[in-house]
């Protein structure tokens, strides 16, 4: 690892960690005999974090645009991820703990090389729409994590609100819905669960009626025969009360009571 600065001016906090990404050994035989060397993958990993940063600044799309494989923009603040798509090696983004809320932030993004995506500790409420975006920005992902978002119900955030059937349903859900998916949250997903997702998955999630304030009809739009209620009392009329009634029912009179005997109570 070493750290480099970015361009005066364009953070408050300028160090950035930029590490290269090892390469593997090639092998091959020939006559019988194998042969290798070493490469260097030229791929680096940047981390930006924790810097109130609300989009990705240009000079890391620029400057690492052809290089950058794993990019770490955790702790911040994002509104935007316009500009992702020029880092034509992305592989793996984080970006945990920023608050997002809303799926259309990757509306704009379309990242064909992305395997890995965390998205731990945020505030999605929707899975249905998260997963909708997720597929077309990102549609070869192999690992996500969804650990601590209110769509997610995981028990190793939140064991006491949570149980295991809740988060299997989910599980096959997302399953059922990323073909390319090996690893989901903390587990790498089994070839039988694999199986029942397809099966069963896109049944998993629970409908919820799309509830907005309430608004008082006209009167075209109630059926015949049918008035509003008034919006005050008329002048003569009484005032609707409240109170408490003096007699109060126990059921010592009721017709059931005859038939069960004080020896059954």
């Known amino acids: 690892m070493y750290y480099t600065k970015a361009p005066p001016g364009q953070s408050s906090e300028p160090d950035i960690r930029i590490g290269f990404l090892t390469g593997e050994r090639e092998m091959n035989t020939e006559n019988g005999r194998q042969t290798g060397h070493s490469s260097v993958n030229s791929g680096v990993e940047v981390l930006y974090v924790d810097k109130e940063a609300q989009r990705i600044p240009d000079w890391i799309l620029n400057k690492y645009a052809l290089t950058a494989e794993t990019v770490d923009i955790s702790w911040n603040c994002l509104k935007t991820l316009n500009g992702i798509d020029s880092l034509t090696r992305l592989r793996h983004l984080i970006l945990d703990n920023n608050d997002l809320k809303d799926p259309d932030i990757f509306d704009s993004v379309f990242c064909g090389s992305l395997q890995t995506l ?48 809740d988060y299997t349903g989910y599980r096959l859900y997302v399953i059922s819905q990323l073909s390319f998916l090996d690893f989901l949250d903390s587990s790498e997903i089994s070839p039988q669960e694999r199986n029942r997702a397809r099966q069963i998955g896109r049944f998993q999630v629970v409908a919820k009626p799309r509830l907005g304030p309430y608004r008082s009809p006209n009167e075209d739009e109630l059926p015949s025969g049918l008035h509003p209620l008034p919006a005050g009392t ?6 609707p009360a409240y109170g408490t009634r003096k007699y109060r029912y126990l059921g010592n009179h009721s017709e059931g009571n005859r038939f069960i005997k004080d020896t059954q109570l």
């Not at 990102?138 to 996500?144: C, I, K, S, V």
């Not at 008329?234 to 005032?239: A, K, L, N, P, W």
């Open 118 to 165: 965390s998205l731990n500790k945020n505030q999605f409420p929707d899975i249905t729409k998260l997963m909708s975006a997720i597929n077309q920005a990102f549609p070869r992902l192999r690992h996500l994590s969804l650990l601590g978002n209110p769509c997610c119900p995981d028990r190793l955030t939140r064991p006491q609100e949570q149980d295991q059937e």
């Open 234 to 239: 008329r002048e003569g009329q009484g005032r």
